[in-house]
Nanobody
Framework: QVQLVESGGGLVQAGGSLRLSCTAS????????VGWFRQAAGKPREFVAA????????LYADSVKGRFTGSRDNAKNTAYLQMNSLQSEDTAVYYC??????????????????WGQGTQVTVSS
């Protein structure tokens, strides 16, 4: 079992930056792919970024490519999402998610087995 806790959300002006963290409990985090998703009010949850257990392979949604960077530190059981050049359209609750061990990073919510509670990101224009 893996428990995930996100942190780092907040209010930022357009053009600013935030770094989200996702800290995991459990012994399998280092072998689990991690995904980041977001859900704006009244909209379905959407894929943002994902990385495999080594952190060498990453996927990004087109809407964030070049602005957001995913990374992880397995020694700290933590994944990160660095968000730069934030826009009002990035306002949402951001969730991290993890897959069971040794499964590739994916873009679909149904591929992930464990979810955090979410952290709010609000970008003011």
């Amino acid at each position: 079992q893996v428990q995930l806790v996100e942190s780092g959300g907040g209010l930022v002006q357009a053009g600013g930056s935030l770094r989200l963290s996702c800290t995991a409990s459990g012994r399998t985090f280092s072998t689990s792919s991690v995904g980041w998703f977001r859900q704006a009010a009244g909209k379905p949850r959407e894929f943002v970024a994902a990385m495999d257990w080594s952190g060498r392979s990453t996927l990004y949604a087109d809407s964030v490519k070049g602005r957001f960077t995913g990374s992880r530190d397995n020694a700290k059981n933590t994944a990160y999402l660095q968000m730069n050049s934030l826009q009002s359209e990035d306002t949402a609750v951001y969730y991290c998610a993890a897959r069971r061990p040794f499964r590739l990073a994916g873009r679909l919510t149904g591929e992930y087995d464990y979810w955090g509670q979410g952290t709010q990101v609000t970008v003011s224009s």
